[in-house]
């Protein structure tokens, strides 16, 4: 790659991480860019692993040095979630290109729901949380969200949080900790699937990472203290942005235009 797309591979990598620490779905700002700038799209896929790996590390320690990570319930929710994210990912390394690129492009404007609806249940703080015994069904929801996460990891952040806020009664700051926790234990066994197929380029993901990781770090900063109202936005217009762009809709629209 020239120079330039190596700068911008860090500023879409310090984005996610930001988001991604804060609320989630940072993932639909670089799997685009990673497509863009020429990756397939199961490449792209598995690259950017790398980079959401080194992140949670930095998450997950700025976030458990701030007093706000519960252990004991995250290790619970990561057993079905490991699962998942293993056959997802199985499944994604088999899957033809331009399925996946349409898959993701679906799944992100499916993505706007969620961000639509109840917008301060999903991000901003809650200073109270409900008991937090898991049952069955939590376990079956996290295998799932799990599985999702292996598959695509774009938007799986929403899905935790979900889970988390409304499923297992977490507040939000809370639910962001051992979501990024969750993901940081099952994100080495979805890369190691998508090294074994040869799809995951270091150097991109190596430099991704750097961006990531700076985001989390900063994000961190401010999670705890003011959460993540105002990433609301910022979400819908990337989700609506690149799903239409996967989905082949502007090349369309540039088409007719010519």
């Not at 994604?92 to 331009?98: F, N, Q, R």
Request: hydrophobic residues 60%.
């Amino acid at each position: 790659m020239e120079w330039y797309l190596y700068v911008a591979v860090v500023a879409a990598g310090f984005a996610a991480g930001f988001i991604n620490t804060l609320a989630g779905s940072g993932s639909l700002i670089t799997l685009p860019l990673l497509i863009f700038i020429g990756l397939p799209a199961n490449v792209a896929n598995g690259t950017n692993r790398v980079a959401i790996l080194l992140q949670n590390v930095v998450g997950v320690r700025g976030y458990h040095r701030e007093g706000v990570l519960d252990w004991r319930g995250g290790v619970k929710l990561v057993i079905p979630a490991l699962i998942g994210a293993v056959i997802g990912a199985q499944i994604a390394v088999d899957v033809d290109e331009t399925v996946l690129r349409h898959t993701i492009g679906g799944l992100m404007l499916v993505m706007l729901i969620p961000l639509f609806v109840q917008p301060r249940r999903w991000l901003a703080e809650h200073t109270t949380s409900v008991g937090r015994s898991h049952g069955w069904v939590q376990y079956l929801v996290f295998f799932a969200i799990g599985l999702y996460g292996g598959f695509i990891q774009a938007g799986v952040g929403i899905f935790l949080l979900a889970g988390l806020v409304l499923g297992a009664g977490y507040d939000l700051v809370r639910a962001n900790a051992i979501k990024l926790f969750i993901v940081l234990c099952y994100t080495p066994l979805a890369l190691a699937v998508f090294f074994w197929a040869g799809q995951v380029r270091w150097d991109v993901g190596l430099t991704l990472a750097v961006g990531n990781m700076l985001g989390a770090w900063v994000a961190v900063k401010i999670a705890v203290r003011k959460g993540a109202p105002f990433v609301r936005w910022i979400l819908i217009g990337v989700v609506l942005v690149a799903g239409l762009k996967l989905l082949g809709v502007f090349d369309q629209a540039l088409g007719l235009i010519w």
